[in-house]
């Protein structure tokens, strides 16, 4: 046929646009890449092989949007079919250091920015658990449901890592949902010496990870990784037939398209899968 046949989005044959193309059925390799890869980080991170999931993602910021996405759903599955008006007056908290991206996603998840709450830092830029502890019991005495705490793992301005252990105890305590944003930091995971730094990374439900920082793969590179496997699916499944089709002729649960916000995803994988095999 005429290599600009339109029926298909899939049967062009631009070659620099095939390599773009995200599907398990058009680009195996790469899926799989992603799949093994995105196993080993959970594994690095102290999760089972067997449990989790994962995504690469267009950045942190992406990344970080995700994991409050996945607690909200955890917790109040409905708001995927009838929205905010249907959950009670959530609240989100993180550093007063910690990145923008998280009120960001507040902001565009209808949480609203009044209602990230910001945690005072120490001297040297980490979070201080009593007082998130404190403006959590706060927030419960106005009526607010606590629903999600951000640890940050290499804060921008200072690099500083929040006492995960700590705050792990007090999401545990309360029932809330932990994410550390290990977007700078989660790259001493890898590290003997430095890696005691994210001390207590292993009971967090979610974690962003961006090997295109600390680990140096070019732009752009970012994972975000849960520990609960099908949340990510459930969160964002669609279940357009019209695209994913039970019936194909091979495991349809290769397919990452519809666990994903978008729709067409870029191969970010190969780059990092080739720098990780060639050190």
């Not at 009670?88 to 996603?105: Q, R």
Request: charged share 20%.
């Amino acid at each position: 046929g005429h290599p600009r046949f339109f029926n298909q989005l899939s049967t062009g044959l631009d070659i620099i646009g095939l390599a773009g193309e995200f599907t398990y059925e058009i680009a195996p390799v790469f899926v799989l890449m992603e799949q093994i890869t995105l196993r080993k980080m959970r594994e690095i991170i102290g999760w089972s092989n067997k449990d989790g999931d994962g995504i690469f993602s267009p950045g942190g910021a992406i990344s970080n949007m995700y994991s409050i996405m996945a607690a909200r759903y955890k917790y109040f599955p409905e708001v995927k079919t009838k929205g905010m008006a249907a959950v009670p007056k959530l609240v989100l908290f993180t550093s007063e250091h910690s990145h923008y991206s998280i009120k960001k996603a507040g902001a565009a998840l209808g949480f609203g920015t009044d209602n990230v709450i910001l945690i005072k830092c120490n001297e040297r830029g980490k979070i201080i658990p009593a007082d998130l502890e404190a403006k959590i019991l706060e927030a419960k005495q106005k009526g607010y449901i606590p629903l999600f705490v951000n640890a940050t793992a290499g804060t921008t301005v200072y690099g500083a890592f929040d006492p995960i252990q700590e705050i792990a105890d007090i999401c545990e305590k309360y029932n809330l949902w932990l994410h550390v944003d290990a977007a700078w930091g989660g790259g001493l995971l890898m590290s003997r010496k430095h890696r005691h730094k994210l001390n207590g990374i292993e009971r967090a439900n979610s974690v962003t990870w961006n090997p295109h920082k600390m680990m140096g793969v070019l732009l752009q590179c970012s994972a975000i990784l849960v520990r609960e496997k099908g949340i990510l699916q459930g969160c964002n499944q669609m279940c357009a037939g019209y695209l994913f089709q039970q019936d194909k002729q091979y495991d349809v649960s290769y397919d990452t398209g519809d666990k994903a916000i978008q729709c067409g995803r870029h191969v970010d994988i190969f780059k990092f899968w080739l720098m990780w095999k060639a050190k």
